[in-house]
């Protein structure tokens, strides 16, 4: 059974958590993005204790939902409302990146070529540490399953910015990204679009709105309609994983 099946979104907050609880296996972080929703793990205990503190009277009032778990405050599961969006095709490199790309940069990409390092690199120095241990264990499950992706931009044979996400129905979740090179996380994105596009993809989900995601192309799409994008049928085929010159991209 799914364990977000009956977290109402009708009615439910769209700037702060919808539900709250601990587990984070793989197969109930896919359940989770597959309703709408996605987690962000407290960083430590006094976040843990922050968060009973601070939405205690919400889950009572039955605002926010309780899905419980050994600390059940441990995870908030977010769906906000609107949400920021962009078309597999729609991604913004600019008209001087996209020169970069044509004329000088011998940037190279992939996909799922390393998974676990784009993961580690997006960790690094975050705070609040959200991408815990726990949740890394339970993303890299998703990979395994084909649920959850990434892509590499490298320069030679280094790592200079990637991006991972997660596969619901026709929608790719985008997690986070990292960058060793100015733009090469944003070229990290439209790489990752393209395959997605071409494996029959129909929507990028950006989940936190900002002028960054927006400089990238995102618009709101109010909650409900998010919804009935990621309820639509899906054909998708097998992400392309070869290793593409990102001038393609410019």
Same mark, same amino acid.
């Given at each position: 059974m799914n364990a977000f099946?009956?977290?109402?979104?009708?009615?439910? *907050?769209?700037?702060?958590?919808?539900? %709250?609880?601990? #587990?984070?296996?793989?197969? +109930?972080?896919?359940? $989770?993005?597959?309703? @709408?929703?996605? *987690?962000?793990?407290?960083?430590?205990? %006094?976040?843990? #204790?922050?968060?009973?503190? +601070?939405?205690?009277? $919400?889950?009572?009032? @039955?605002?926010?939902?309780?899905?419980?778990?050994?600390?059940?405050?441990?995870?908030?599961?977010?769906?906000?409302?609107?949400?920021?969006?962009?078309?597999?095709?729609?991604?913004?490199?600019?008209?001087?990146?996209?020169?970069?790309l044509r004329n000088r940069l011998g940037w190279w990409t992939s996909a799922d070529a390393a998974f676990g390092e784009v993961l580690a690199r997006c960790a690094e120095g975050r705070q609040p540490a959200w991408l815990t241990a726990e949740l890394i264990d339970g993303l890299t499950g998703l990979h395994a399953l084909g649920a959850a992706h990434s892509a590499e931009v490298w320069e030679g044979e280094e790592l200079v910015g990637g991006v991972f996400g997660v596969v619901a129905g026709p929608v790719l979740s985008l997690d986070s990204m990292f960058h060793r090179r100015p733009d090469a996380a944003r070229v990290a994105v439209a790489d990752l679009a393209a395959r997605f596009a071409a494996a029959g993809g129909r929507l990028l989900d950006a989940q936190w709105d900002g002028p960054h995601v927006r400089s990238l192309g995102a618009v709101s799409l109010p909650r409900a309609d998010y919804l009935e994008e990621l309820a639509a049928p899906a054909d998708l085929r097998p992400l392309d994983t070869d290793r593409l010159p990102a001038a393609r991209l410019g």
């Amino acid at each position: 059974m799914n364990a977000f099946a009956g977290v109402d979104l009708r009615a439910a *907050p769209g700037d702060g958590p919808v539900a %709250f609880g601990s #587990a984070l296996g793989a197969e +109930r972080i896919l359940a $989770a993005y597959r309703c @709408g929703l996605f *987690p962000l793990p407290a960083a430590d205990e %006094f976040a843990i #204790a922050y968060n009973e503190a +601070r939405f205690e009277e $919400a889950v009572e009032a @039955g605002e926010i939902a309780l899905l419980g778990g050994d600390d059940p405050y441990a995870v908030a599961w977010w769906s906000p409302d609107p949400r920021p969006v962009i078309p597999p095709g729609g991604v913004r490199l600019g008209h001087r990146l996209a020169r970069r790309l044509r004329n000088r940069l011998g940037w190279w990409t992939s996909a799922d070529a390393a998974f676990g390092e784009v993961l580690a690199r997006c960790a690094e120095g975050r705070q609040p540490a959200w991408l815990t241990a726990e949740l890394i264990d339970g993303l890299t499950g998703l990979h395994a399953l084909g649920a959850a992706h990434s892509a590499e931009v490298w320069e030679g044979e280094e790592l200079v910015g990637g991006v991972f996400g997660v596969v619901a129905g026709p929608v790719l979740s985008l997690d986070s990204m990292f960058h060793r090179r100015p733009d090469a996380a944003r070229v990290a994105v439209a790489d990752l679009a393209a395959r997605f596009a071409a494996a029959g993809g129909r929507l990028l989900d950006a989940q936190w709105d900002g002028p960054h995601v927006r400089s990238l192309g995102a618009v709101s799409l109010p909650r409900a309609d998010y919804l009935e994008e990621l309820a639509a049928p899906a054909d998708l085929r097998p992400l392309d994983t070869d290793r593409l010159p990102a001038a393609r991209l410019g």
